[in-house]
T-cell receptor, first 115, second 114 residues
Framework: GAVVSQHPSWVICKSGTSVKIECRSL??????MFWYRQFPKQSLMLMATSNEGSKATYEQGVEKDKFLINHASLTLSTLTVTSAHPEDSSFYIC???????????FGPGTRLLVL | AQSVAQPEDQVNVAEGNPLTVKCTYSVSGNPYLFWYVQYPNRGLQFLLK??????LVKGSYGFEAEFNKSQTSFHLKKPSALVSDSALYFCAVRDWTGFQKLVFGTGTRLLVSP
């Protein structure tokens, strides 16, 4: 089946630093990738969507300068949380879909803790 | 706008009993419906989908879902629950606008007791 990986699975950083999270599709071409944020005991909140080689489209209320998304290839997307603050602590999940296919596949998630 | 409702925050069932997790949807256009499961501190795992065809869809781990167009429902079912089925379940529908993202329900926590 389609596999999506994320790295790292856990990250702890100091306030003010930047953190990069990688999302890779291992056995399919991810023409579209999605980044979600999930707070405890809540549903997923879509942050942004990107097509390979194009700029990401951010959901309303998501700061594009704070959450930098790069989808440079058909197998890799990165989310960089810039100048992280404690309120950015959350569970970040990426998802990928290939062109023409109906199903989105999700990565295992990255837990970010900003101290 | 597309939307999904999961009316139950939690469903409790005894091991070996049948389980149902409810989902209703609202969509413009053909409904593409999905069920995902999330275990603690993990991403979402795809269980099954309805695109077209038979209303009863079979998926992973013995789960199935029944698409009911007249009731706009897509309930998740399993004939015999396992303790290991305890997890958070999300129903989703495809939004046909823009990037065709998934619109998720709020999730239902399934607790299967021994």
């Amino acid at each position: 089946g389609a596999v999506v990986s994320q790295h790292p699975s856990w990250v702890i950083c100091k306030s003010g630093t930047s953190v990069k999270i990688e999302c890779r599709s291992l056995d399919f071409q991810a023409t579209t990738m999605f980044w979600y944020r999930q707070f405890p005991k809540q549903s997923l909140m879509l942050m942004a969507t990107s097509n390979e080689g194009s700029k990401a489209t951010y959901e309303q209320g998501v700061e594009k300068d704070k959450f930098l998304i790069n989808h440079a290839s058909l197998t890799l997307s990165t989310l960089t949380v810039t100048s992280a603050h404690p309120e950015d602590s959350s569970f970040y999940i990426c998802s990928a879909r290939t062109s023409g296919a109906p199903t989105q596949y999700f990565g295992p998630g990255t837990r970010l803790l900003v101290l | 706008a597309q939307s999904v409702a999961q009316p139950e925050d939690q469903v409790n069932v005894a091991e070996g009993n049948p389980l149902t997790v409810k989902c209703t949807y609202s969509v413009s256009g053909n409904p593409y419906l999905f069920w995902y499961v999330q275990y603690p501190n993990r991403g979402l795992q795809f269980l099954l989908k309805y695109i077209t065809g038979d209303n009863l869809v079979k998926g992973s781990y013995g789960f199935e879902a029944e698409f009911n167009k007249s009731q706009t429902s897509f309930h998740l079912k399993k004939p015999s629950a396992l303790v290991s089925d305890s997890a958070l379940y999300f129903c989703a529908v495809r939004d046909w606008t823009g990037f065709q993202k998934l619109v998720f329900g709020t999730g239902t926590r399934l607790l299967v007791s021994p």
